[in-house]
């Protein structure tokens, strides 16, 4: 491109400032942009990406990456607010990796013409899925006759509660990294001391990695049977790196002029390896942003590596290094508490402010956390005096299952929420699976909930119950899966239909065991039994060491259960909570009527509080931001490595733009806040 100065592409937007001029106009094709949060890094390149296309490239030859969808979300919300309709920028394409590589995979595992036998590959969407398959490999190696160190393994005895998790979440880190593929030992030559010494593994996961990988690819790279998320990344990247290819350009990777890359801190050896690949060709004009400290994903492989000075001999470039200085999100309050936390300079502009508001939770005479973030969310309200304040409110967890008695305290003020990358506890197989059987127990079909809500229960059903969709030889279904869909519209439809699964397939169906916990739950209720007992006989910590295969998952089942018992405490009985969210679906179906039928004005929807998980929204920002649950021990997890608490505290902080409220355990205070703010705790 030209000399900063000769701009093609302008903005109405905003006025931008000469650092992002600068970016926006450099001459230069390769340029890496590090800089703190806030500092503008996904709009600045939002406006390279437009002068890229305001001097003539095509659209459908730039390529932006990110590692998370809701990163993708962030930049085409940047794209859209510098350019209005005045480029074709919805053209580009903006995914992520791991959606890219999925779609270069797709092409070259297209079947040929006529080539019936061709079957696509399955994609599984969760650890459960994946379970058999961990297990297969897991045999696969006990019965292995050619292992030659037998005796240095120790395998799980099969459906060992915590293995599954375990495995799957420590192999991603190692796909992730490529360390199969950077270190590769001679054909067949896996031992314990290289498996130690050179990749720091312990032999048994190394071999049951290896049998679950050939499962997965028993037909090559381009039949695989399966695939988890990233896994798409990995296969791509894994044949860049092989010897069956000659280059990068035997692959349909696709021609671009213009390769971008948001949140480059995300990024990990398989990633860059795709990378690497794209930008192969020294015209390709390339500019990266990120921002070490907000490197989250480390069990992914995520690497600050590819941000530093060693990234310019990786790819073979020279990079313009440019800076942005001042964050244009929150005041320099912030900024200069986020600078120590960061151990690194972070400016403001002067004119914003960002108040900081800390409250004691938890403590004698203290509110609880969740009844305190009601408190703090009303209070804004009744500052702004506008109608909808609620949308631009965001509270952010340290993990989702704090989400449940925020739930539970949102619902009973009557407050709209929406939940941000994970489903409402209310809305979990777990809890719509004792909602129903309570209901069919109680003859109470009316607490069933609204259409929305009646859809989900087949499949909650079923899977908690572990019960055969079909019967091996029902001639009226094709697959379960076609059953599941005609399940799922009648149960929409009439919540008998929803009684009926249960009472003729689920009690007929289902496990032995599990049919007899079913049965002592139905006679507790018809015997006078109230909610815990029912829960007590269902067993339903069982149903989770059953179902789920993660450790976490099955503390969350216990929380959301605790959660529905605390619930009820504030209701004559849990059925009338369950009626009060019946009332609250069908509000919102009348109201998603009315917008269809014109007869609400407004076609936004009823602002609502977003509730996320703070790594869920990375890249977005707020006016009004709450953090809960500010305890020693919870945020920082004790369980979680120190530096990627601290950048996931940081990455929180920093959405807010005109308010953080802190709620904070004032016993047992989080070490993220500091001592001034904790002396200045209210209630
Ligand atoms: N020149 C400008 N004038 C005013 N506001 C701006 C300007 N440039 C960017 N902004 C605004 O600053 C805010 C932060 O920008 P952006 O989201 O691009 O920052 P970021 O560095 O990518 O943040 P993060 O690291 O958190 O993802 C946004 O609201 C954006 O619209």
């Avoid at 390529?63 to 998370?68: K, M």
């Avoid at 962030?74 to 794209?79: C, D, E, T, Y």
């Avoid at 969760?126 to 395998?155: G, I, K, M, T």
């Avoid at 006989?537 to 789920?548: K, N, Q, S, T």
Wanted: hydrophobic letters at 45%; charged letters at 25%.
């Amino acid at each position: 491109m030209s000399a900063p100065g000769s701009l093609r592409f302008s903005t109405q937007a905003i006025a931008i400032t000469a650092e992002q001029e600068d970016i926006q106009a450099s001459g230069e094709r390769a340029i890496l942009i590090e800089a703190a949060a806030g500092t503008a890094k996904t709009t600045s390149l939002a406006l390279r990406i437009c002068e890229v296309l305001a001097r003539g490239a095509t659209p459908r030859r730039m390529l932006a990456l990110t590692f998370t969808p809701t990163a993708c979300l962030a930049l085409r919300r940047a794209l859209q607010l510098v350019a209005g309709d005045s480029l074709p920028h919805k053209q580009v394409r903006v995914e992520t990796f791991d959606s890219y590589a999925a779609s270069v995979l797709r092409q070259m595992e297209a079947p040929a013409d006529g080539d019936d036998s061709f079957t696509p590959a399955r994609l599984l969407h969760s650890a459960e899925q994946a379970r058999p398959y961990v297990w297969a490999a897991v045999d696969a190696v006990a019965d292995n006759p050619q292992e030659r160190h037998a005796e240095d393994l120790s395998l799980p005895s099969h459906g060992a509660e915590s293995y599954v998790g375990e495995f799957l979440r420590r192999t991603q880190s190692i796909k992730g990294r490529l360390l199969l593929e950077l270190n590769p030992p001679e054909q067949g030559s896996d031992s314990p001391d290289y498996a130690n010494d050179e990749l720091g593994l312990d032999y048994s996961l190394l071999r049951v990695l290896r049998a679950y990988e050939h499962l997965r690819l028993e037909s090559g790279y381009e039949q695989p049977n399966f695939r988890m998320p990233l896994d798409a990344t990995y296969d791509l990247a894994r044949l860049l790196r092989s010897d069956s290819i000659g280059g990068p350009e035997e692959l349909p990777l696709g021609q671009f002029d213009g390769i971008f890359v948001d949140e480059m801190h995300d990024c990990n050896e398989a990633m860059f390896t795709l990378l690497k690949a794209l930008l192969i060709q020294p015209k390709v004009y390339f500019c990266a942003v990120g921002d070490r400290d907000q490197v989250i994903h480390q069990h992914f492989g995520a690497d600050a590596r590819f941000m530093s000075r060693a990234l310019d001999a990786e790819l073979g470039r020279k990079l313009q290094r440019l800076p942005l200085s001042l964050s244009f999100r929150y005041g320099p309050a912030l900024a200069g508490w986020m600078a120590k936390l960061a151990g690194k300079p972070i400016a403001a502009q002067k004119l914003r402010q960002t108040e900081l508001l800390a409250i004691a939770c938890e403590g004698a005479g203290q509110p609880k956390t969740a009844a305190a973030v009601v408190g703090a969310l009303q209070r804004w309200r009744g500052e702004q005096r506008k109608d909808d304040v609620y949308s631009d409110c965001a509270v952010l967890l340290r993990r989702e299952s704090q989400s449940v008695l925020l739930e539970n305290a949102l619902h009973a003020q009557g407050i709209a929420y929406q939940c941000m990358g994970f489903g409402s506890y209310l809305r979990r197989p777990e809890v719509l699976f004792v909602r129903t059987v309570y209901a069919i127990a109680s003859g109470r079909l009316d607490t069933l909930g609204g259409a929305d809500t009646r859809r989900l229960i087949p499949d909650a059903l079923f899977e908690m119950t572990q019960t055969p969709v079909l019967k091996a030889d029902d001639p009226d279904y094709q697959s379960a899966e076609a059953f599941l869909r005609e399940a799922r519209a009648a149960a929409a439809d009439s919540e008998q239909v929803v009684a009926k699964i249960f009472n003729q397939h689920i009690l007929d169906w289902a496990p032995a065991q599990v049919r007899q916990r079913l049965q002592n739950a139905l006679q507790t209720v018809q015997a006078g039994g109230d909610f815990a007992a029912f829960l007590a006989a269902l067993d339903m910590a069982r149903f989770g060491r059953d179902v789920f295969v993660e450790k976490e998952r099955r503390d969350e089942l216990r929380r959301h259960m605790q959660g529905l018992l605390a619930a009820s405490l504030d209701y004559a009985g849990v059925l009338d909570f369950f009626k009060s969210l019946q009332a609250q679906d069908e509000a919102q179906a009348q109201r998603v009527a009315g917008r269809a039928e014109g007869k609400v004005r407004s076609n936004k929807s009823r602002p609502t509080i977003t509730l996320a998980s703070a790594a869920h929204v990375k890249g977005l920002e707020f006016e009004h931001v709450l953090l809960p649950y500010l305890a020693q021990g919870v945020f920082p997890d004790v369980e979680a490595e120190a530096a990627g608490e601290k950048n996931l505290f940081y990455v929180a902080a920093t959405r807010a733009r005109s308010r953080l409220t802190l709620l904070v355990n004032a016993e047992r205070p989080s070490p993220f806040v500091p001592p001034a703010l904790i002396a200045r705790l209210s209630t």
